[in-house]
């Protein structure tokens, strides 16, 4: 969810608390999202139903004070129409807080990510329309961000996901079409390096929780 900074920041100010959560040694940070829609559209007969899920997981272990390596894992999909997506990723990430004051930390995380996904529309098959893609990509990302400890072991996140990112993919096409013998079939590659450094930089802030856990 994107939030502007002013909101955000008041948020974490006036949030009330009394913990003390240390991010020590040999505890553990997990943190994640879920999401679902579903739509019918009545414009297209017969009617088509538009249904999407997404899950995304972070977990890692405090490997020294205020220090947290650990995985990256999601999985997507969208059925939309006749045209069916499935995506699958896992990465790593690293991160290093550095406090401010109070159950107040400053971090920045270093992320390696790859995704795979599919994609398949119609019928894939010689005389028919149909058409099946197979793509992958490897993206690295900085994002900062600021933490407070609202509970005991649970932190509010102020962040910026799209601040620096690299990456780099390839995708398969393969088509077939009604009075054609063969599968059509062309490859692409594409290479981004991105900084958001922008006028529209304020509403790039995400807000997010994660839970350290462990004695």
Do not use: C, H
Request: aromatic share 12%; charged share 15%; hydrophobic share 40%.
């Amino acid at each position: 969810m994107k939030i502007k900074i002013l909101p955000a920041v008041a948020i974490l100010l006036f949030a009330a608390s009394s913990s003390k959560a240390q991010i020590t040694e040999g505890k553990y940070l997990l943190g994640g999202s879920a999401g679902y829609s579903s739509s019918k559209s009545s414009v297209t007969n017969p009617v088509t139903k538009n249904e999407s899920a997404n899950v995304n997981i972070q977990f890692g272990k405090v490997i020294k004070e205020n220090t947290v390596a650990g995985v990256i894992l999601s999985y997507g999909f969208s059925d939309i129409g006749q045209g069916k997506i499935n995506q699958n990723g896992g990465g790593i990430f690293y991160r290093k807080y550095k406090p401010l004051a109070k159950n107040f930390y400053f971090f920045g995380e270093l992320d390696g990510v790859y995704n795979y996904s599919k994609y398949k529309q119609g019928i894939f098959q010689i005389g028919n329309n149909g058409s099946k893609a197979k793509g992958s990509a490897a993206l690295i990302s900085f994002v900062p961000g600021i933490s407070y400890t609202v509970w005991n072991n649970m932190q509010m996140e102020l962040s910026m996901p799209n601040l620096l990112s690299v990456s780099y993919g390839n995708v398969k096409n393969e088509s077939t079409y009604i009075g054609t013998t063969s599968v059509l079939s062309s490859k692409s590659n594409s290479f981004s390096a991105n900084a958001n450094f922008n006028a529209n930089l304020l509403n790039s802030f995400a807000i997010g929780f994660k839970f350290i856990l462990g004695k």
